[in-house]
């Protein structure tokens, strides 16, 4: 049981250039999350899925766009990288109806010079 | 965007000692949560808290649910090495998250 993975584990960009990270969680929760953590700020929530079929934005979700494949994988996207965009992205997983007990994928370190 | 705030931003202690630390909110939550987060991994739920005054333990760790519904506290006994990290306490709001900024701390033997 791998819990939540993520690839790729590291990436650096120019800027400009698109990529698309991804999330598979084999825990069969129905909701799935896209974070960033930056230096001081905590995490901060870019775009969720509660459920299959379903995407709503977070508190920063300029810049991004996401995916919910089907009920295992998550993507996120960045269409034309930026250097403000240069931090640690995570995603998180949880039972439909638990949404504060979140489990968390081990991150992938991005930077955009 | 809204974030919790936590206090100290980090501590230095020495093994063996005690920790405590708080997060405070100007809203309400009806669940609060406590996170660590080793290094270079992403965070991991230790303790959540359902109700107003809860107290709640987790081996050495003891979370507490403020009256206020604003405030939580995280208290570590007898601390040891790999209690090294950053720990985070998180709101619960609506589907979402919202979580403080974190207390890095850091145990010497």
């Known amino acids: 049981n791998a819990g939540v993975t993520q690839t790729p584990k590291f990436q650096v960009l120019k800027t400009g250039q698109s990529m698309t990270l991804q999330c598979a969680q084999d825990?069969?929760?129905?909701?799935m999350y896209w974070y960033r953590q930056d230096p001081g700020m905590g995490l901060r929530l870019i775009y969720y899925?509660?459920?299959?079929?379903?995407?709503d934005k977070g508190e920063v979700p300029n810049g991004y766009n996401v995916s919910r494949l089907n009920k295992r994988e998550f993507s996120l996207r960045l269409e034309s990288a930026a250097p403000s965009q240069t931090s640690v992205y995570f995603c998180?997983?949880?039972?439909?109806?638990?949404?504060?007990?979140?489990?968390f994928g081990p991150g992938t370190r991005l930077t955009v010079t | 965007g809204q974030q919790l705030n936590q206090s100290p931003q980090s501590m230095f202690i020495q093994e063996g000692e005690d920790v405590s630390m708080n997060c405070t909110s100007s809203?309400?939550?009806?669940?609060w949560l406590w996170y660590k987060q080793d290094p270079g991994e992403g965070p991991v739920l230790l303790i959540a808290?359902?109700?107003?005054?809860e107290l709640t333990s987790n081996g050495r760790l003891t979370a507490q649910f403020g009256i206020t519904r604003k405030d939580s506290f995280l208290n570590i006994s007898a601390s040891i090495p790999s209690d090294v990290g950053i720990y985070f306490c998180?709101?619960?709001?609506?589907?979402?998250?919202?979580f403080g900024t974190g207390t890095r701390l850091q145990v010497f033997p």
């Open positions: 808290l359902y109700k107003a005054g």
């Open positions: 809203s309400i939550f009806n669940t």
């Open positions: 899925s509660a459920s299959e079929g379903t995407t």
């Open positions: 825990m069969n929760h129905n909701s």
């Open positions: 998180a709101g619960h709001q609506g589907n979402k998250l919202i």
């Open positions: 998180a997983s949880s039972e439909l109806g638990v949404p504060y007990e979140q489990y």
